[in-house]
């Protein structure tokens, strides 16, 4: 099974960028539809964004459209997150997931539940 490591998070100011990144071992990538998802304090596990497995297809928040660019290498066993114009209410703990059993052209899932594999998450802090 796939193994994730998530990398890139930090503290920034509100208006800066932080690129994200997900490294993964073990199985090759382009098995898995990947997502990321967030988790402030205080509340539930959120869907940011999520790509298809040949990254085809995407899938963003709403509240992210725009400012948020998900990409995958699936030659590198990679996937990107490049997170643009930061608000404070972007952080959290940011956690890669990937999901096993979709079809190459399936649109990649917004519900926690269809991951079954996670990163240990990586924290963004935007200061306003």
């Known amino acids: 099974q796939v193994q994730l490591d998530e990398s890139g998070g930090g503290l920034v100011q509100t208006g800066e960028s932080l690129r994200l990144a997900c490294a993964a071992s073990?199985?090759?990538?382009?098995?898995?539809?990947m997502g990321w998802f967030r988790q402030a304090p205080g509340k539930d596990r959120e869907f940011v964004a999520a790509?298809?497995?040949?990254?085809?297809?995407?899938n963003y928040l709403d509240s992210v459209k725009g400012r948020f660019t998900i990409s995958r290498d699936n030659a590198k066993n990679t996937m990107s997150l490049q997170m643009n114009s930061l608000k404070p209410e972007d952080t959290g703990v940011y956690y890669c997931a990937a999901g096993s059993g979709f079809a190459a052209y399936t649109p990649p899932p917004d519900r926690a539940g269809e991951y079954a594999y996670w990163g240990q998450g990586t924290q963004v802090t935007v200061s306003s």
């Open positions: 073990r199985d090759p990538l382009n098995l898995y539809v």
């Open positions: 790509i298809s497995r040949w990254g085809r297809l995407t």
